[in-house]
């Protein structure tokens, strides 16, 4: 990676992709004992960078001074902790050593984005619990801090903090390493590790959270270690399906909200906004993940990205294929989330009628007794089928519900729509949920 | 013209609250401050408590201080051109230092 950048001007989100990497770097050397130690190492890097940078001027390359100072932090961090290392001398050669390389010699970066592997193979062990190791895999590899983490989740920052040092905990006790698994432990580590990776995603994608951007970093973020799977010798085609998956939905982001800040469904989006190199990307995993006779789900929820990358206009979905796909899904995952992505495809294939009903059973389900989309979809097809007095309650309904501001405005919108002589009618389509 | 000096107090520790990306935005805020065409001159000055010289009659004394009562210290200087204390102010009220909680001392540069 190459930041030969002007003078003065950082590339985005280095500070955070390389505490990622030198976090994980340290953590090989240190070992996991050291994790503590590698966080602070970097951190003491990244502030002397902030002390100096804006007055002496931004070194030539600044992965490389990060990358220094952070090692002399850690070297005079090992030599005070004398006692919790054991092995301080032959740590503190093995740091020196690698302080005198730099992030770009070669070789190098191969094997930092290969300690970063590693680290979130570690962070996603079976003795973590998957919260703690989805909130360890943001904050070491991720470079996120607590209150990041708490904001994406909507969590408060103690209840991170909790599970991070529950998890910490377990790295100790166990004496987890950066050593990957061999066998059908790797097999089961990398299914793990692609279900966090998902989860990061869906959590990014699912709501607006306001005008916050953390969750778009969080869909950037899973992205990104997605491709960083992809990119290694555990490749597979399920874990390109589901970087095919990522890339293809989250072409859609820049989209899916308008200037005033408004929701675009996806019948309504300026394709031309959408992520072209994303989609390219998406269609070159895609093309990859079908290689195997594995079917993931990842498979089917990249089968219908990429069925809706395909349309040139929304008008031109093939609703059919969609549909038929979300029947695979379903089988797969029988969750009433995917049952009521199927009933928008449902409406456009069968008509309002046939997907009212397929989601009436699915309001008595606890999950989505609280969950607006539920009701914004009941309310669109009631309103389609000419009932506006019942839409109208229930898209009021569906404005008591936990939603982000944008999504608010749609359902007030909606709601005036009831109460026109002549409705616009305004198809709900998957945009509700997967806009 | 006149010249002014901005004295940048702040609490050290409270950067370390600072994810890293957040801390890139800060550095990226202070580093646009320093590009300013009013800005003669910048210095940070190092993380220690320094040494504090005092006089006792004909001996002197030499001490680690100052160790203010307060979490803030001084941490760094900068020297802007500018008209007049109006013209000063309304300069250092958009440096990022204040953004970021800390407190700026304006003080002119004597001259005649």
Redesign the interface.
Known sequence: MSTAAEP?I?IE????R??GRMVAHFTRLLGPSGLDVAEEA??EA??R???????QG?PPNPEAWLFRVAHNVAIDRVRRNQMSFGKTEELIGELSRSAGEHPNDPGVPEQLGDDELSMIFMCCHPDISTDAQVALSLKTVG???V??IARAFLLDDATIAQRLVRAKRQIRKQGLTLERPTGPGMERRLDAVLSVIYFLFNEGYAALAGDDLIRF?LCREALRLGRLVASSSLASPKVHALVALMALQGARLPARVNEAGDLVLLDDQDRSRWDEASLALGFGHFDLSIAGNEISRYHIEAAIAATHARSARGKATDWPLILQLYDQLLAFDPSPVVALNRAVALAKVHGPAKALEAIEPLQEEPRLREYYLLLALRGQLLLELGREPEAATTFRSALECRCSEPERRFLRRKLADCNQSAPSYRALTPGASRA | MAQFMLLLYDNPEKWKTLSPDEMQKALEKYMGWVKQPFTLDSKRLAPDPGRVLRSHGKRSSVSDGPYSETKEVLGGYYTIDAADYDAAVKLALEHPHLEYGGTIELRKVYSE
């Not at chain 1, 989100?13 to 955070?16: I, K, T």
């Not at chain 1, 960078?49 to 007055?55: D, E, I, M, N, T």
């Open positions: 003065g950082l989100h280095l500070f955070r390389q505490s970097v951190q990244m502030l960078a902030l002390q100096s940078w804006p007055h931004t470079g996120f801090s209150p990041e970093d």
